[in-house]
């Protein structure tokens, strides 16, 4: 098991950069696939994006395909997601996963570690 925490918390502009992080504790981090999703006000939780052990396979949802990027540090136990150019859409409440299997990058019911959620929230 890991526990998860997410930083980085914003209000921004449309078009600007902010970066999310995510601290692990827990001896199996480096194990463990991790993943990032959000939930937007009256919507369903969504896939963003994830990452394999060893930061090489990596997989985005097509909304944020080309803006954002997953990578991760196994030697300080973190994940961080660096979003670029972004939309009022990308508006939500971002949220770290882990699990310490295989399985579809977006299944929410796979991934039993989660953090508490950081806000995003872009204006135009």
């Known amino acids: 098991q890991v526990q998860l925490v997410e930083s980085g918390e914003g209000l921004v502009q449309a078009g600007v950069s902010l970066r999310l992080v995510c601290a692990a504790s827990?001896?199996?981090?480096?194990?463990?696939?991790m993943a990032w999703f959000r939930q937007a006000p009256g919507k369903e939780r969504e896939f963003v994006a994830g990452?394999?052990?060893?930061?090489?396979?990596?997989y985005y949802a097509d909304s944020v395909k080309g803006r954002f990027t997953i990578s991760r540090d196994n030697a300080k136990n973190t994940v961080y997601l660096q979003m670029n150019s972004l939309k009022p859409e990308d508006t939500a409440v971002y949220y770290c996963?882990?699990?310490?299997?295989?399985?579809?990058?977006?299944?929410?019911?796979?991934?039993?570690?989660w953090g508490q959620g950081t806000q995003v929230t872009v204006s135009s």
């Open positions: 996963a882990g699990r310490g299997s295989s399985g579809d990058w977006d299944r929410i019911s796979t991934y039993p570690n």
């Open positions: 827990g001896r199996s981090f480096s194990n463990y696939v």
């Open positions: 990452i394999l052990w060893s930061g090489i396979i990596t």
